[in-house]
T-cell receptor
Framework: ETGVTQTPRHLVMGMTNKKSLKCEQH?????MYWYKQSAKKPLELMFV???????ENNSVPSRFSPECPNSSHLFLHLHTLQPEDSALYLCASSQEGDMNTEAFFGQGTRLTVV | GQNIDQPTEMTATEGAIVQINCTYQTSGFNGLFWYQQHAGEAPTFLSY????GLEEKGRFSSFLSRSKGYSYLLLKELQMKDSASYLC???????????FGAGTRLAVHP
């Protein structure tokens, strides 16, 4: 079992649909992240949650809405997306406050907006 | 602003040594990471530097100079399976924001 699990692995949605991406971490970490990875671009940090509180929102459009109900789960709610939102969405977790911790990534959700 | 620069692509020969450079300018610094990412897969952790100097881990080594905002990843005895993207990332800011460079795509040839 991987430490960070994302579902679904692949998602195709229309521009008027509403869908949610789910992330679950089994590592006991207290910080979780959403990243967007588009072709030939850096991994873009979207949101950071630390101790279930959103501490970073990197100018992400409101059509992306994160939710962190507890330290193990993170959701990304999607609505009225645009074709340019098609990308790989990666969830990660790490231990806040420990200088020597790395972030562990899930396998990602490949999102296609049609 | 935040800026992390890496070469876009590199090629090398099996059995050789390759050095991938990374320069960064960030608003804070709490450590630098190197990740490996194969196509279609999640990034996986390779190394971490928070103090200046060289960290060695088997065939992979990573170097950091905080005063120069510079790091490199050294891969020795290259194997075909080392063909992947290598991502440089900096922990920046009050909360551990992990900011990534665009990655260096390494192709290893026989």
């Amino acid at each position: 079992e991987t430490g960070v699990t994302q579902t679904p692995r692949h998602l195709v949605m229309g521009m008027t649909n509403k869908k949610s991406l789910k992330c679950e971490q089994h590592l006991g970490h207290n910080a979780m992240y959403w990243y967007k990875q588009s072709a030939k671009k850096p991994l873009e940090l979207m949101f950071v949650y630390s101790l279930e509180e959103r501490v970073e929102n990197n100018s992400v459009p409101s059509r992306f809405s994160p939710e962190c109900p507890n330290s193990s789960h993170l959701f990304l709610h999607l609505h009225t997306l645009q074709p340019e939102d098609s990308a790989l969405y990666l969830c990660a977790s790490s231990q806040e406050g420990d200088m020597n911790t790395e972030a562990f990534f899930g396998q990602g959700t490949r999102l296609t907006v049609v | 602003g935040q800026n992390i620069d890496q070469p876009t692509e590199m090629t090398a020969t099996e059995g050789a040594i390759v050095q991938i450079n990374c320069t960064y300018q960030t608003s804070g610094f709490n450590g630098l990471f190197w990740y490996q990412q194969h196509a279609g897969e999640a990034p996986t952790f390779l190394s971490y530097n928070v103090l200046d100097g060289l960290e060695e881990k088997g065939r992979f080594s990573s170097f950091l100079s905080r005063s120069k905002g510079y790091s490199y990843l050294l891969l020795k005895e290259l194997q075909m399976k080392d063909s992947a993207s290598y991502l440089c990332a900096v922990f920046s800011g009050g909360y551990n924001k992990l900011i990534f460079g665009a990655g260096t795509r390494l192709a290893v040839h026989p």
